[in-house]
T-cell receptor, first 112, second 114 residues
């Protein structure tokens, strides 16, 4: 079945460091891909999305490119801030209107 | 404009009891989906409601049931609670035609079963 695999955390970085969180997926057909962020004690917030191959999603300095050939959607940010500390989830949507399938989440901790 | 509102924010129940969680969708949204997120885990899809009917269901037992009202608000009911039902329950609303592209999540209800 469809699935999402993320790099394991926690990931600890210093402020202004470069961030990469790897995400790969297994799906039949051509899913849409998402990154969500969850701050402590809160629900999920959509960070960015891409609906077809080679699309690049971007928001708040975060970027991810939908790579069909490697079935990947890695999250990157050039310079992280302490306020970026959160759990990041990669997710796929196969059927429009259907359920999101999430990866296991990657906890990011940014130290000043 | 209020987003998705869930109530209560926290509750504690005893094993074997029944619980009802409530969700008010974002204004204008017509579809409500429910997710279960165990501590330290990813959210798992429970089911989705549209036009007061269950459209899709994840791999959850019949103890989990739901309802959607004419004003699009929704309830999640869990019967015969087990310790393993302890989790954060998230509600997400959207327009049906947007599907999960347009999800707005609530802050969740933290259920503890003792």
């Amino acid at each position: 079945g469809d699935s999402v695999t993320q790099m394991e955390g926690p990931v600890t970085l210093s402020e202004e460091a470069f961030l990469t969180i790897n995400c790969t997926y297994t799906a039949t057909g051509y899913p849409s891909l998402f990154w969500y962020v969850q701050y402590p004690g809160e629900g999920l917030q959509l960070l960015l999305k891409a609906t077809k191959a080679d699309d690049k999603g971007s928001n708040k300095g975060f970027e991810a490119t939908y790579r069909k050939e490697t079935t990947s959607f890695h999250l990157e940010k050039g310079s992280v801030q302490v306020s970026d500390s959160a759990v990041y989830f990669c997710a796929l949507l196969y059927n429009q209107g259907g359920k999101l399938i999430f990866g296991q989440g990657t906890e990011l901790s940014v130290k000043p | 404009d209020a987003g998705v509102t869930q109530s209560p924010t926290h509750l504690i129940k005893t094993r074997g009891q029944q619980v009802t969680l409530r969700c008010s969708p974002k204004s204008g949204h017509d579809t409500v989906s429910w997710y279960q997120q165990a501590l330290g885990q990813e959210p798992q899809f429970i089911f989705q409601y549209y036009e007061e009917e269950e459209r899709q269901r994840g791999n959850f037992p019949d103890r989990f049931s739901g309802h959607q009202f004419p004003n699009y608000s929704s309830e999640l009911n869990v019967n015969a609670l087990l310790l393993g039902d302890s989790a954060l329950y998230l509600c997400a609303s959207s327009f049906l035609r947007q599907g999960a592209y347009g999800y707005t999540f609530g802050s969740g209800t933290r259920l503890t079963v003792v």
